[in-house]
C-alpha cells in the first residue's frame, strides 16, 4: 500500500536537493530570466504583425481618384484640386442622365430586393415560395442592372475611384451622382477598408461637398460599397497563450516530467545513494512518486509566474496589444488585479514555505509561519492603503509596470482618508504579527515557554547580549517599516516640500541602525570592514552596479526615480540646478546605500546568519527588504537585489554592499534624470532586452564569484566576529 | 531464535550464476562472517537479504515473515550498510540523520534523541553540521554507520564496511559490533580482512562461485586445516575448493 506520508518525506528529500544544486537552480531559474525576453519577443513580434494587419491603412500615397462630366462647377473643381489625395480627371462621356437614373432605379430595386430576402432567410420554410419567387425576380433584376452596370462602366473613367456625373435640372439646381464600379481599383482598396474607414471616407466626403455645393444632403446617394468582412480568426496572441499554456502544463505533466524523474533516479544510483533511500520502508512507487511529484514542481514554479504575467499584460492592455479589445467595464481587470495581489502573495509565501523546510524545531518553523502571515498582510494591506485604488496594485509585479499603468497610476489621486485606514490597517496587522514571531523566537532563544514579547527585548537591563539575534533583526525592521512607511506616506502626498521632509524618516532609519546595534553590544565598525579597494573591484563593483541597474530600468521602462514622481523633478533648492542635483543623489544614492545596508545586511541577514543557514538569512533579509519598498511600488526587483547584496555581503563584506546599492541608485538616477538616457530606456526593444538581460547577469555575477586568495574577499564573517 | 532463514537462495544474471542454491541461517546474539574471494557471490547475498535485489529463487524469512509480503515492517528492523553507499552531498550529516529517522517513521523527538546517542557513540559531533561532500573518508563512514542504525535496528547487514579505513576506525566499527551483539542483534558482515573475522566471527560462512562451501567457525577452520592461523586456513579452504 502506498504511503502519501514517505511520499511527503521523498518528495522533500528531492526538493531541497534540487533547490541546493547550482546547476538545478540554473535550468530552473536562470534558463527562465533568458526565456522569458525571448518569449516577449515572440509574443510581441506576433501581436505587432496582427495589429499592423487591424491597422492596416489605405496606402498613404494613394490618392482618391474622381472624373468628372458635363456641366461643372468650376469653383468645386478648384476646390478639389487643392486637396493633394484627390485627383480629377475630366472626361468625355456621354451618359446621359436619362441612363444614370435608369441605372440608380435599378440599382436601388436590386438593393430592396436583396434586403427583402436577408429578411426572409428567418422564415425559410413558409417563405420558401416567396423567396423562390423574389430570387427569380432578383436574379432579373441582377442581371438587368449588370447590363446598365457594364454600358455605364464602358462610359466612366476604369481607372476612377469616383464617379461624378453633374446635371443641371430645370431649376438651375445642380444634381450630382455619386458612385464607384464595384470593380474599380479602390474596390480592392475597399475591401481591405475596415467599417469604421468607409464610414469615416464616406463622411469627410459628405461634410466636404455639403460645404463647398451647399447641396440638401437628400441629393447624395450614399456610396455603394460592398459588405467588408473583417477577419474575425481568433488573435494570434491567445491562440499562442492558450495553446502554448495549455499545452505546455500537459506536456510537462505528462511527458517532460519523466525523463527527468527517470534521470535523478540513475543520478541517485550512479551516486551510491540510492541504496540509502531502498534500505528505507519505502517501495519504488513511493520513491518515483516522490521524485515525479518534485519535477512537476520545478516545472509549475516557472510556468506559473510567466502566466500570471502574461495574463496581467494582456488584461492592461498593454501599448502592444489593443485596448480596445478589453471591455471598459472589468471583471477581468477585477480579476487580474486578485490575480497580481494573489500572485504577489504566492511568489512570498512559497519562498517562506521554502525556508519553513529547514526548520529545525517547531519552534522555528512557527516563527516562519508567523513571516508568512506578515508578507501576505503586507500586499493585501497594500491594496487597503491606496483605499479604492486597486489600479495601484497592478505596480507590485514591476513587469508590467509598462508606460499604460504608469499613467493610470499617476492620474489616480490618493485619498487621504483611505490612505490612513489602509495605514492603520497595514501596520495594525504587522505590528501583531510581528509580536508573535518575536516571541516565538523569544522562546527559542530564552528557552522559556511564555515571554512578555516586545516588553521582553526593550528591558535592557536583561537583554544586553553579544551578539544580533532574529528578535532584533525583526525589531530593527519594524523600526524601519515606521519610518519608510512615513516616508512614503510624504511622497505620495505632498509635492515641493516632500524633499524636505524626506530628512525626517531617513534619520529616524540612521537612528533605528544606531540604536539596535548599540542595544545589542555590536560594534558598527568592526562590520563595516574596509580592506583597501583595487581598481579591478572598483571596475568590477561599478559594472556590476551599472549593468543591473541598466537591467531593471529596462525591464521597469522607466528610470525608477521616475515611477515615482513620473512629472518634472522638482528642484530641492530653485536658485541651483547642481545643488539640486547634488541633493538627489544625496537622498536617493548615498544615504540609502548606507542606511539600508546597515539594517538590512548589517543587522537583519546577520541576525539570522548566527543560527540559520545562508540561505534562510537571504530570503529572509531580501523579503524584509523588498517589504520595505513595498508602499513605493518596488517589491519585484528590489527583493532580487535584496538577493544579490547578500551574496555580496557573504564574500565581500558590507562595504561592497553599501558600495554596490550607492552605485546602483546613482546609475538608476542617471538614467532618470537625464532626458537622453531616460528616452533610450524608453524606447528599448524586446532585442535589446534580450541582449542586456544576460550580459547584465553575467557581468554582476563577477562580484560573486571570487578567485581564491583574491585580496578583496573577506575572510571573517561578521556574524562569527561578533558572537 | 533464527533472525533469518535463507532457503536455496538464487541468483541469475543473464548467463552469469552470481548465486547458486544458498541455505543458511543467521541466528540472534551472534556475528556471522561471509567470507570469500572476489566474485565469489557474497555481495549478491547480501543484497538479496536486505531486498536491494530480487532473488531469482529461494526464500528470504525474516523471524517466520516472508521478505516480500513483509518488506516494509522488515526494512523497519534491518540496518544495511554497503562500502559503495554514499550519504546526500548537498546535506549535513544532521538533515541526513533526520532524513532517515522521518522515513523510518519516527516523530521529530525520537529521530533527535537517537541522533544524541549517535553522537555520543560516534563522535559526531564535529560533522553534524558539516555536509557529506566536506567529510573525510573516516568521517564519511562514522556517518553512514549512523544513518544505517538511526532506527537501532535488530539486524544489521554490513558488507566490507571497514575497507579502506585506518585501523582506529575499523577497531571502532569492530567494537561497535560486537557491542550490538551482547545486545542480542543479529549481525552478518562481509569482508576481506582476515582479522576482522577472527576478532568479531562467532560462526564462518565461505563462499565460492555463488555456492556456500563451508559453514564453521574460525577456530574449527584453523584445526581442520591444520594451519597456524586464519589467514593459512582460509588459503587451504579455496584451494580445496578449486581443487
Request: hydrophobic share 45%.
Amino acid at each position: 500500500m502506498i504511503s502519501i506520508r514517505n511520499i511527503k518525506v521523498v518528495f522533500k528529500k528531492e526538493f531541497l536537493q534540487i533547490m541546493r544544486d547550482k546547476s538545478a537552480l540554473f535550468t530552473n531559474f536562470f534558463v527562465p530570466l533568458f526565456g522569458l525576453p525571448l518569449y516577449l519577443i515572440l509574443i510581441l513580434e506576433a501581436t505587432s504583425y496582427e495589429s499592423a494587419q487591424k491597422d492596416a491603412p489605405i496606402k498613404d500615397d494613394s490618392v482618391f481618384k474622381i472624373s468628372y462630366q458635363g456641366d461643372v462647377d468650376q469653383e468645386l473643381i478648384e476646390h478639389l484640386s487643392l486637396n493633394k489625395k484627390i485627383e480629377l480627371t475630366k472626361v468625355e462621356s456621354s451618359a446621359t442622365e436619362k441612363e444614370i437614373i435608369d441605372y440608380r432605379n435599378k440599382l436601388k430595386r436590386m438593393l430592396s430586393l436583396e434586403a427583402k430576402i436577408n429578411s426572409f432567410k428567418d422564415n425559410i420554410k413558409q417563405e420558401k415560395a416567396v423567396l423562390k419567387e423574389n430570387h427569380e425576380d432578383y436574379a432579373k433584376a441582377q442581371a438587368d442592372f449588370s447590363e446598365t452596370l457594364k454600358l455605364l462602366k464602358d462610359k466612366f473613367s476604369s481607372k476612377a475611384d469616383l464617379h461624378m456625373a453633374i446635371f443641371t435640372n430645370e431649376d438651375g439646381i445642380r444634381v450630382t451622382y455619386f458612385f464607384h464600379s464595384e470593380e474599380s481599383k479602390v474596390s480592392s482598396a475597399a475591401l481591405r477598408l475596415t467599417k469604421k474607414e468607409i464610414k469615416k471616407h464616406e463622411k469627410e466626403m459628405v461634410k466636404t461637398f455639403k460645404e463647398t455645393l451647399k447641396i440638401q444632403q437628400k441629393d447624395l446617394e450614399p456610396f455603394y460599397f460592398r459588405e467588408v468582412n473583417i477577419d474575425k480568426s481568433p488573435s494570434v496572441f491567445l491562440k499562442i497563450i492558450g495553446g502554448g499554456i495549455g499545452g505546455g502544463i500537459l506536456f510537462l505533466l505528462l511527458i517532460a516530467t519523466f525523463n527527468p524523474t527517470i534521470n535523478t533516479t540513475i543520478g541517485e544510483r550512479d551516486q551510491n545513494t540510492f541504496k540509502v533511500l531502498l534500505m528505507n520502508p519505502l517501495s519504488l512507487h513511493e520513491i518515483f512518486i516522490g521524485k515525479y511529484l518534485n519535477v512537476a514542481l520545478q516545472g509549475m514554479m516557472t510556468l506559473i509566474p510567466y502566466s500570471i504575467q502574461f495574463l496581467i499584460l494582456y488584461a492592461w492592455g498593454n501599448s502592444f496589444f489593443l485596448f480596445d479589445q478589453i471591455p471598459p467595464v472589468s471583471g477581468l481587470k477585477l480579476l487580474t488585479l486578485i490575480l497580481t495581489t494573489v500572485s504577489s502573495a504566492m511568489l512570498i509565501s512559497s519562498m517562506c514555505f521554502l525556508a519553513c523546510s529547514f526548520a529545525k524545531t517547531r519552534v522555528q518553523a512557527q516563527s516562519l509561519i508567523t513571516l508568512l502571515m506578515f508578507s501576505i498582510a503586507i500586499p493585501l494591506g497594500t491594496v487597503g492603503v491606496m483605499g479604492v485604488k486597486l489600479s495601484k496594485v497592478t505596480a507590485l509585479i514591476p513587469l508590467i509596470n509598462t508606460p499604460l499603468a504608469t499613467e493610470n497610476l499617476m492620474q489616480l489621486t490618493p485619498d487621504y482618508l483611505s490612505i490612513a485606514i489602509g495605514m492603520i490597517t497595514n501596520l495594525g496587522a504587522s505590528l501583531i504579527l510581528i509580536w508573535f514571531s518575536l516571541g516565538a523566537f523569544l522562546v527559542q532563544w530564552k528557552g522559556k515557554s511564555d515571554s512578555k514579547g516586545l516588553s521582553d527585548l526593550l528591558d535592557s537591563k536583561r537583554r544586553k547580549s553579544k551578539f544580533l539575534t532574529p528578535a532584533h533583526a525583526f525589531l530593527a525592521f519594524a523600526l524601519a517599516f515606521l519610518g519608510y512607511t512615513y516616508g512614503s506616506l510624504v511622497l505620495s502626498t505632498l509635492k515641493i516640500e516632500l524633499l524636505l521632509y524626506l530628512f525626517s524618516p531617513i534619520l529616524f532609519c540612521l537612528g533605528t541602525a544606531i540604536f539596535i546595534t548599540n542595544y545589542s553590544g555590536l560594534d558598527l565598525s568592526k562590520i563595516i570592514k574596509w580592506k583597501g579597494i583595487s581598481r579591478i573591484y572598483a571596475f568590477k563593483l561599478t559594472i556590476a552596479a551599472f549593468s543591473l541597474s541598466l537591467m531593471f530600468n529596462l525591464l521597469l521602462k522607466n528610470s525608477i526615480v521616475l515611477e515615482l514622481f513620473k512629472v518634472d523633478f522638482p528642484p530641492i533648492f530653485e536658485s541651483n540646478q547642481f545643488v539640486s542635483i547634488l541633493g538627489y543623489f544625496l537622498l536617493f544614492a548615498v544615504i540609502p546605500g548606507f542606511v539600508e545596508e546597515i539594517l538590512f545586511r548589517g543587522i537583519i541577514f546577520n541576525g539570522f546568519r548566527k543560527q540559520y543557514s545562508f540561505l534562510i538569512s537571504t530570503i529572509v533579509s531580501s523579503l524584509l527588504f523588498g517589504i520595505i519598498h513595498f508602499s513605493m511600488f518596488k517589491f519585484g526587483h528590489t527583493f532580487v537585489i535584496g538577493l544579490f547584496l547578500a551574496f555580496v555581503y557573504e564574500k565581500r563584506g558590507l562595504f561592497s554592499c553599501i558600495a554596490f546599492h550607492t552605485l546602483f541608485n546613482s546609475f538608476g538616477l542617471i538614467f532618470g534624470l537625464n532626458d537622453f538616457s531616460s528616452k533610450l530606456i524608453a524606447s528599448a526593444t524586446p532585442i535589446h532586452c534580450w541582449i542586456i538581460i544576460p550580459s547584465a547577469l553575467v557581468l554582476s555575477s563577477f562580484l560573486i564569484v571570487s578567485k581564491k586568495n583574491d585580496p578583496n574577499e573577506i575572510e571573517d564573517r561578521s556574524y562569527k566576529e561578533v558572537a | 531464535m533464527s533472525a533469518i532463514k535463507i532457503k536455496n537462495l538464487h541468483k541469475r544474471f543473464q548467463d552469469n550464476v552470481a548465486v547458486d542454491d544458498i541455505s543458511f541461517d543467521i541466528p540472534y546474539g551472534k556475528i556471522t562472517a561471509l567470507l570469500g574471494s572476489n566474485g565469489a557471490g557474497k555481495s549478491t547475498t547480501l543484497n538479496m537479504i536486505a531486498g536491494i535485489l530480487i532473488p531469482t529463487s529461494g526464500t528470504i524469512e525474516f523471524g517466520g515473515k516472508n521478505f516480500n509480503d513483509h518488506y516494509k515492517e522488515i526494512k523497519s528492523n534491518l540496518g544495511y550498510l554497503t562500502c559503495d553507499m554514499a550519504l546526500y552531498e548537498s546535506f549535513s550529516v544532521l538533515e541526513t540523520l533526520q532524513l532517515l529517522g522521518e522515513l523510518k517513521g519516527f516523530t521529530r523527538k525520537r529521530t533527535m534523541d537517537r541522533i544524541e546517542e549517535l553522537v555520543d557513540r560516534f563522535s559526531l559531533a564535529e560533522i553534524l553540521e558539516k555536509h557529506y561532500s566536506e567529510l573525510s573518508s573516516g568521517q564519511k563512514q562514522r556517518s553512514l554507520i549512523s544513518a544505517s542504525i538511526i532506527h537501532d535496528p535488530d539486524i544489521l547487514i554490513f558488507d566490507e564496511v571497514t575497507a579502506s579505513l585506518d585501523l582506529i576506525i575499523s577497531k571502532n566499527i569492530m567494537d561497535f559490533l560486537k557491542e550490538e551483539k551482547e545486545r542480542g542483534k543479529a549481525i552478518i558482515f562481509s569482508t576481506h580482512i582476515l582479522s576482522e573475522v577472527e576478532y568479531l566471527s562467532d560462526r564462518i560462512l565461505m563462499i565460492e562461485k555463488g555456492k556456500l562451501v563451508k559453514e564453521t567457525d574460525y577456530r574449527e577452520l584453523i584445526r581442520s586445516s591444520n594451519s597456524k592461523n586464519i589467514t593459512e586456513a582460509f588459503y587451504k579452504a579455496l584451494k580445496e575448493e578449486a581443487a
